[in-house]
């Protein structure tokens, strides 16, 4: 080889993601629907999410982004019986029972060519031990039987400017609760795998009231062809449907 011959390794067009864990209250209600919301009382959210392949650096088309997160009192449907405000033992999929079928702020969305998704949702409440976050996951389809797809080759979570939690907490749907939010930095799970770059930039929807809501939005880069260790093929049956 001439020693004068450029060499160079293959770079990422864009940064890759920092995974999280699912936490033990991932499950697949096999909902594709934008708003998520059923009807809950909450602060609303409108989130935007584009998701990009880093080794590309061009949008992902029509994967599935499922997003999960609890209410403004902080209990997750499936799991609407657990006591938010006390701390769970085990943070593994599948390791507490669910209590309940509701499916209230959970589904699915295709990205469209562009790699976006939208959700209407409300702004999440917290539960004892975590700072205020949304679940993301990401399957790479293939085929038509997309709701059975396994394929997830990123796993997340989203966190919020602590300015904008502080005034959602204030507001009546969230407060009087026995226990007090972590902030972000206090939270071990934002502290130690990534929370800072996977933190929502987030802007009201209103100027005359935040409690009209707020808009958050975040680009997330995936390795299309990852298969993600934080939810795996057989993690679709443990009290996931």
Sequence with gaps: MDDNTLVTSAQPACLLSPEQIAGPYFR????????????????????????????????????IVDIWHCNA?????????????????????????????????RGGQFTDQNGIVRFTTIYPGFYAGRALHIHVAVRVTA??????????????Q??????????????????????????????????TMG?????LTVHTLSRDSKEDGFFGHMTIGIDTFAASSQIKP????KYTV
Aim: charged content about 25%; glycine content about 10%.
């Design 234 to 237: 057989e993690d679709f049956d």
């Design 195 to 199: 929370g800072e770059a996977s933190t």
């Design 28 to 63: 697949n209600p096999k909902l594709i629907r934008r708003n998520i919301s059923e009807g809950l009382d909450g602060v609303p959210l409108v989130l935007k999410l584009t998701i990009v392949d880093t080794m590309t650096g061009q949008p992902v088309n029509g994967a």
């Design 143 to 156: 085929g038509n039987n997309y709701l059975e797809e396994r394929h997830v080759a990123w796993v997340g």
């Design 158 to 191: 989203l966190y919020f400017p602590e300015v904008a939690s502080r005034s959602v907490l204030n507001t009546r749907q969230y407060s009087g609760r026995t226990v007090a939010p972590l902030t972000n930095d206090q939270d071990v799970l934002y502290e």
């Design 73 to 105: 009192r902080g209990a997750y449907s499936g799991w609407s019986k657990i006591d938010p405000d006390k701390e769970v033992d085990d943070g593994a999929i599948g390791a507490i029972p669910r209590t309940d079928d509701d499916t209230y702020l």
